[in-house]
């Protein structure tokens, strides 16, 4: 066990603590390989009846997979050492993320503070999101030069209407009315009432039933009214604009809307990299059909040929590192990213049979 991820049996309950809080809890390859046998010991222990995840600091729950990492260290790399890098990290974080998907038990996320990109790979996969007032949820990697990954391209096409497609392109962020309005939260709890929330559930009656209705009345104590969702009330709007097949008519489609939420939304669109939010179209769509387990190879392909891009280290560098949110994309336009490049990025990777593990 590192320092960056806190393991602890307190009765029937495993307790997991993100403890990275300057780095807000990101993500990294270290805490992923501990993290995932510690799950399938406790997936395999009789005496464990639920997990609970949390992270440190009280700013953030956890604010992604740690691709700042990544991104410097294949800057300066050969090409072998930076397919290397890559593959270890996504490998490792798609393998945890279905080992939580396929958990068997109930798994709790609390969810206070800023959750994003990897954060929600932690915890829409497990059972219960208990979201608060400080929630800050979204999938910010358009601005990145990636693509919504962890699954995304499973959970986001399963919000309501095309609400997942605008956050997908977009990485609007929500707040906990939002995310229950979602359906990404399943209970919202005042954050200085989670220590209780942990307490309340390591102290439950397990024996009196199921364990996932222990877990569903200990939480029902706590929960409480989020209010209207900003989200919710933009949803006719949303689902006109982005229920489009290619980003050129969703861009046409908010131009007739004309309102000015569609002119700062197709200006928040512009910023983007142009071949991320083109992938992440395809990938959403075909998301649609697809369960998960066939989506999270389908973006572990992604992963590889998306972050062997220039436009990942430009958005690295341009979000993450100087922060000046100028970046240089390559191509600049959306018509300079033709359907055969889009194509060739969703293409098998040579000489890579990585599937993910057997379930269980």
């Given amino acids: 066990m590192s320092d960056d991820l806190l393991l602890e049996t307190r009765g029937a309950v495993g307790v997991v603590t993100l403890n990275r809080p300057k780095a807000l809890n990101a993500l990294n390859l270290g805490m992923c390989r501990t993290l995932h046998p510690a799950l399938d010991a406790w997936a395999a222990d009789p005496a464990i009846q639920a997990v609970v995840i949390r992270g440190a600091g009280g700013r953030a729950f956890c604010a992604g997979g740690d691709v700042r990492a990544v991104a410097l260290s294949v800057g300066d790399a050969s090409a072998d050492e930076k397919g290397r890098v890559s593959r270890e990290f996504f490998r490792a974080e798609y393998a945890l993320n279905h080992r939580i998907h396929h958990f068997g038990k109930p798994y709790v996320s609390l969810v206070d503070g800023v959750c994003m990109g990897g954060g929600l790979g932690l915890s829409m996969h497990g059972t219960h999101r208990v979201v608060t007032e400080k929630l800050i949820l979204a999938m910010p990697e358009t601005a990145l030069g990636l693509f919504p990954d962890v699954g995304g391209g499973w959970f986001l096409p399963r919000f309501p209407g095309e609400s997942g497609t605008y956050l997908g392109l977009t990485g609007a962020r929500c707040n906990a009315a939002d995310a229950m309005w979602l359906g990404y939260g399943t209970h919202n709890v005042e954050s200085a009432r989670l ?22 009345a200990v939480l029902a104590g706590f929960h409480a009214d989020a209010g209207t969702s900003p989200l919710s009330v933009q949803h006719a709007a949303i689902d006109r604009c982005f229920a489009a097949e290619r980003v050129d008519d969703i861009q046409q489609a908010l131009e007739v809307e004309g309102t000015p939420w569609a002119q700062e939304t197709w200006g928040t669109l512009l910023r983007m990299c142009p071949t991320s939010l083109k992938v992440t179209l395809r990938q959403l769509r075909m998301g649609r059909t697809r369960d998960y387990d066939e989506m999270a190879n389908v973006e ?61």
Avoid: C
């Fill in 300 to 360: 572990y392909r992604l992963s590889q040929t998306m972050t062997a891009r220039p436009d990942f280290r430009e958005g690295i560098r341009s979000v993450l590192v100087d922060k000046d949110n100028k970046p240089h994309w390559k191509p600049t336009t959306l018509a300079e990213v033709t359907d055969e490049v889009v194509e060739t990025l969703f293409a098998p990777l040579p000489g890579d049979g990585w599937t993910l593990p057997a379930r269980g």
């Fill in 195 to 216: 220590d209780s929330v942990l307490e309340a559930l390591v102290s439950a009656p397990w024996g009196s039933g199921a364990a996932s209705s222990v877990v569903d």
